[in-house]
């Protein structure tokens, strides 16, 4: 009995986490100070969202993985589902906030469907990956290209959907992830390299085309202006508009001044916009200096890393498993680096979250999903060691 | 089979320790710019912060005053409570909406007398721009993002106000349209100026809940604003002129100039008159309040830069008393030469009057009355004197004469017999007022106002010494008579601008048709016009033995005093400027002013069934002069003249333009009459009330 427990006590991941909704509830108390919205105790929600997160963590824990597996297909489907509910659903459910249709707003309550969907459709591409790894023991160059396409075709219905809304941030993450396990399916060099040259050559001549006549781009590729206008900003800062250029010195302001220790606890003085959340590593960098952003990065470095070695081990006998922690991982990373990167001026501003930090309910939840995967993939690991020792 | 397995297990890791090692890398790219940031630059991004803004805000001071020369109080301020509303930086529509929403519940922007007046004042736009802000999320749903794009902010917002409903914007309540009145006069304020929300009935009541409030009532202000009072209303008052109220602000034309001297684009400001002339003494020093704003627009700290101090008051040099019986006998005058023949001086409607002293230049009175055909009513047009010009017919003969003794072409007692004068063939002749006078000389000519000595005088300066009945002229135009006749007179002030100390004053208009009729009409004053205002400084030149002094309406400019009332230190006196000395001899003079007294006062003279029995002494010159008004002859009559002759006290200028002819009275000689009886009468009155109480000796002692 005493040993059952102890598969489900997976100590370092729940240390990390524990870490992570200190620095959140901080980083969030301390950007409330700036009584940029008066009345909503953000510190409280957030902490009422982790305590769902976890209660869904626990959840989830009660699955194994090979219902997981055979579950992924719907899981998936029912997330593509709410994506084109979403699209279709009228104003009055699902409000257009600055220009976009990304949330369901129900009375008290908002949610992100993309930001779930992206934890789905990880699920699903691990399954797919594996189920293909099994089916195919010897990869050919036609088993490779043909995983190839089942993952782009996986990654690229939502997207779609997401473009819809249109959240052109958010479809990029999905690319991000879809790359990364493409690069870790195993699949031949080759192919990576010649789908790399093309993707390159594609991208290159979108952004060139963006850059150099948006108009015409707006037509064929379809993207928005704001969307051509923040593209703008990262690549030539004269042309920058002057609310993104107002938001990025004030983060810059905000996390300069904190310099090497911070400025302490409820001393903030730049009013970032969005301080709570696509700009909370501002407020940490101001609240806790260098020292706090340091420990931050660092934080997810560690959970990174965790996640690489839980991939690696669980490899062998359990690759959805394995797959599931290289997606989450691609996910936390691209969020983590683009998030972080934007604040300090090495990536473009784009309203994608800090997971784990940055206050937002859905992001919270669909993040704690993705935990609650990972750490039912560690306690599978732990029981199979146990299995292999006896 | 196995080597494969062994290939793929082996692919793993090496892929995954490449992309960790690419993590790694990205991790410390993040830590290094992080590092650049917030260590290399960190102090400097500190520094931004706490550079702080520093501000000055101008309070409004009351203007100065204006008295009259006896110390009464003649323009006035009278306090209006007022609320204002000083913006801070970064203040938008939600703030100000919150401010009109708490002002509401103080202050009422109407009474029940006026509430539907006033509630017709909001507009559609108005009523659209409340409901926006007050359904922000519901009001941007109308506009959907496929519209919104391409369009500017303001498109936007104009379609989304298009779009609101009448009906949304009909069951607006009382408390609403009050917000909104307040709302529309917070917006017109600019960031850090004062901006008056309500000046007008602000009650007592009013005032004390908003100043009890204030501290919640961020950018609101309690102030005293002012408004212009005249205690003897409508005397004098074209001179003193107006200020523009806060919403016309300063004024267009001057806005540069208004704007580097420190005025906000709200200030009221002298508009005409005294208030625009002297208005950089009236307008006093404004309380300069310097705020510090830190980078969010906060106010950290406020402190008075300089005190404020309420403009200086202005001492005319006019006698009110004497102005209101001068207004009062010019309109009497015109009065009753209209209603005795209505037919004959049908054209009159206007007669206007000039009183100084001649030898400071000090205004006693100027009075103008006009009869408005249309409004079939008598107006106070006292600024005629300054703008109005008219021939002034035999009145300059004085400049005339002096001119013919300086230039030699006459000798002092030069005699000529004035008999009516014939050029050219076909000649009716030119006369005197009437046939023969006789033999005259330049005193006598003055006395009788000889037209044909002047015609001499004229015939000799234009090169013609010779003069032969029916022959034509023979002028040197090559001496330009015309010019050095006009130089002569400018001497006087006639057809120069005066120097008064009055935004705007004419010159007269100068004939432009220089032949030799027109010259010996331009001797008897019937050729260019003048102004009341340069005859009296003319009379006043000729009185003052040759010294031409600027007219001036302020004597002196005092401090403000925090009494009611009284009159603070003298700032700084109007000195008497002499413009110029004539270049005639003393003694030329004095034939002149000889000359001047014998019109007045000896058989003969002109203007002696008037004059002869005043023990004032006075001297002086009629005029007639031939006019025309829409094709009817006419003739303007004026007079110049001062009084007392050995030690004149006043100098004064007469003109009645239009008037039917001498047949129907002499206008101009009535009024002179009655001014120079006011005059000497209010002097006695006041010296027998000081005689009486020894006490109020003001006047006196400042004639010196």
């Given amino acids: 009995m005493s040993k059952r427990k102890s598969y489900f006590f997976q100590m370092d991941l729940i240390v990390l986490l524990l870490f992570f909704i200190i620095v959140s509830l901080l980083a969030i108390f301390n950007a409330q100070q700036l009584e940029q919205y008066e009345g909503d105790n953000f510190v409280l929600k957030q902490a009422v969202w982790f305590c769902v997160g976890i209660g869904i963590v626990a959840i989830i824990q009660l699955f194994d993985l090979d219902q997981l597996y055979k579950a992924s297909m719907y899981i998936y489907g029912f997330g593509v589902l709410l994506l084109i509910l979403l699209l279709v659903s009228p104003e009055s459910i699902a409000r257009t906030i600055n220009n976009t249709k990304s949330w369901f707003t129900l009375p008290g309550l908002s949610l992100q469907p993309a930001e779930f969907t992206k934890i789905s459709t990880i699920l699903f591409l691990a399954a797919v990956i594996s189920r293909h790894k099994s089916k195919y023991e010897i990869s050919t160059l036609k088993s490779d290209s043909l995983l190839l396409i089942k993952i782009v075709l996986v990654t690229v219905i939502p997207v779609f959907f997401i473009l819809q809304q249109p959240d052109f941030g958010t479809s990029m993450v999905y690319l991000f992830i879809a790359g990364m396990l493409v690069l870790l399916s195993g699949i031949d060099w080759k192919i990576i390299v010649g789908l790399i040259l093309g993707l390159s050559l594609l991208l290159a001549g979108m952004l060139a085309l963006i850059i150099k006549l948006p108009e015409l781009s707006q037509n064929i590729i379809g993207i928005e202006e704001y969307q051509i206008d923040r593209i703008m900003t990262w690549f030539d800062s004269s042309e920058q508009t002057s609310s993104d250029t107002y938001h990025f010195d004030l983060s810059l302001l905000a996390l300069g001044s904190g310099q090497l220790f911070g400025k302490g606890m409820d001393k903030l003085q730049v009013p970032t916009p969005e301080a709570h959340t696509d700009f909370i590593f501002s407020v940490i960098g101001e609240s806790f200096g260098f020292i706090g952003c340091a420990v931050v990065i660092f934080l997810y470095f560690i959970l990174l890393y965790k996640l690489v070695t839980l991939g690696l081990k669980s490899f062998n006998y359990n690759s959805f498993g394995s797959y599931l922690c290289f997606g989450f991982l691609s996910l936390l990373l691209v969020h983590a680096f683009q998030n972080m990167g934007m604040t300090i001026g090495i990536m473009p501003i784009t309203g994608i979250p800090l997971l784990l930090i940055s206050y937002g309910g859905s992001s919270v939840l669909s993040t704690m999903i993705g935990i609650g995967l990972v750490y039912r993939v560690a306690v599978e690991h732990t029981i199979q060691n146990d299995y292999l020792f006896k | ?139 941007k749903d109308r506009l959907s993002a496929k519209e919104a794009e391409g369009m500017e902010p303001a498109e936007q917002y104009n379609t989304i106000l298009d779009r609101i409903t009448k009906e949304e914007i009909s069951n607006f309540s009382d408390k609403d349209k009050e917000i909104m009145l307040i709302k529309k006069e917070l917006d017109k304020a600019q960031t850090l100026t004062p901006q008056v929300v309500k000046n007008e009935n602000v009650t007592p009541e009013e005032y004390a ?62 508009k005409s008159g005294l208030e625009e002339q002297y208005e950089n003494v009236l307008r006093g020093r404004k309380e300069q309040i310097l705020y510090t704003t830190n980078k969010e627009g906060k106010i950290i700290d406020s402190e008075v830069a300089v005190e404020g101090e309420r403009g200086k008051d202005l001492v005319l040099t006019v006698d009110m008393e004497l102005q209101k019986r001068i207004d009062k006998i010019v309109l009497d005058v015109l009065k009753n030469e209209k209603s005795e023949h209505p037919y004959g001086n049908r054209h009159l409607n206007d007669a206007m009057v000039v009183m100084m002293r001649p030898q400071t230049g000090e205004i006693l009175a100027v009075s103008g009355k006009y009869y408005d055909e249309e409004d079939k009513e008598y107006k106070n047009a006292a600024l005629r004197t300054l703008y109005s010009s008219h021939r002034p017919g035999s009145a300059i003969k004085g400049a005339t004469v002096l001119a013919g003794l300086q230039s030699g072409v006459i000798k ?143 004597k002196e400019i005092r401090m403000p005093t925090p009494y009611e009332n009284n009159l603070g230190p003298v700032y700084k006196s109007i000195n008497t400027d002499v413009l110029n000395r004539i270049d005639m001899k003393q003694s030329y003079i004095e034939r002149v002013q000889e000359g001047f007294r014998r019109a007045f006062q000896e058989p003969g003279g002109t203007a002696y069934s008037w004059f002869s029995d005043k023990d004032y002494n006075p001297a002086g010159k009629t005029g007639t002069a031939e006019n025309s008004a829409e094709g009817d002859y006419t003739e303007n009559l004026t007079l110049v003249g001062y009084a007392p002759f050995d030690k004149p006290e006043i100098a004064f200028s007469v003109i009645v333009p239009n008037t039917g002819g001498s047949k129907y009275g002499h206008p101009n000689d009535d009024i002179g009459e009655r001014i120079l009886d006011a005059y000497f009468d209010l002097k006695e009155e006041r010296a027998k009330s000081s005689d009486n109480d020894n006490s109020d000796k003001k006047d006196e002692k400042t004639e010196e």
Avoid: C
């Avoid at chain 2, 005088?457 to 009945?469: L, Q, T």
């Fill in chain 2, 209 to 270: 809940r908003v100043a009890e409030h204030l501290s919640e009532l961020e950018g609101i202000n309690a102030t005293t604003d002012w408004d212009r009072i005249y205690p003897f209303d409508e005397t004098f008052s074209n001179f003193f002129g107006t200020i523009t109220s806060q919403e016309q602000g300063i004024l267009a034309e001057k806005e540069e100039y208004y704007l580097s001297h420190g005025y906000k684009p709200n200030d009221r400001v002298g």
């Fill in chain 2, 412 to 554: 002092p007692n030069k005699t000529f017999v004035d008999k009516p004068i014939y050029i050219g063939k076909n000649s009716d002749g030119k006369t005197s007022w009437t046939g023969n006078l006789g033999a005259v000389n330049d005193i006598t000519a003055l006395q009788k106002s000889s037209n044909v000595y002047m015609f001499y005088i004229a015939m000799r300066m234009g090169g013609d010494f010779n003069y032969v009945p029916y022959d034509n002229l023979s002028f040197d135009w090559e001496s330009k008579p015309f010019q050095r006749l006009r130089n002569y007179y400018s001497q006087f002030g006639l057809g120069v601008k005066t120097g008064i100390d009055f935004p705007y004053e004419a010159s007269g208009y100068k004939g432009v048709n220089p032949q030799a009729g027109n010259f010996l009409d331009f001797a008897i004053g019937q050729y260019d016009t003048f102004t009341a205002m340069q005859l009296a400084q003319y009379v006043s030149t000729i009185a003052n033995d040759g010294y031409r002094v600027r007219p001036h309406l302020v």
């Fill in chain 2, 1 to 139: 089979m196995n080597n494969k397995k062994k290939k793929k297990k082996a692919q793993l890791p090496f892929r995954l320790n490449i992309l960790f090692f690419v993590v790694f890398l990205l991790f410390s790219v993040l830590v290094l710019q992080l590092g650049v940031v917030q260590i290399l630059n960190g102090e400097g991004f500190q520094k931004e912060i706490d550079r702080t803004i520093k501000d000055t805000t101008k309070i409004p001071v009351p203007r100065g005053k204006m008295y009259d020369r006896n110390g009464n109080v003649v323009v006035d301020n009278k306090p209006l409570y007022a609320i204002t509303y000083t913006p801070a930086k970064g203040v938008d529509a939600t703030k100000r909406l919150e401010v009109a929403e708490k002002l509401s519940e103080y202050i009422s922007m109407y009474n029940k007398e006026n509430k539907e007046e006033v509630l017709e004042t909001i507009t559609e736009r108005n009523k659209k721009e409340y409901w926006y802000l007050l359904h922000q999320e519901e009001a």
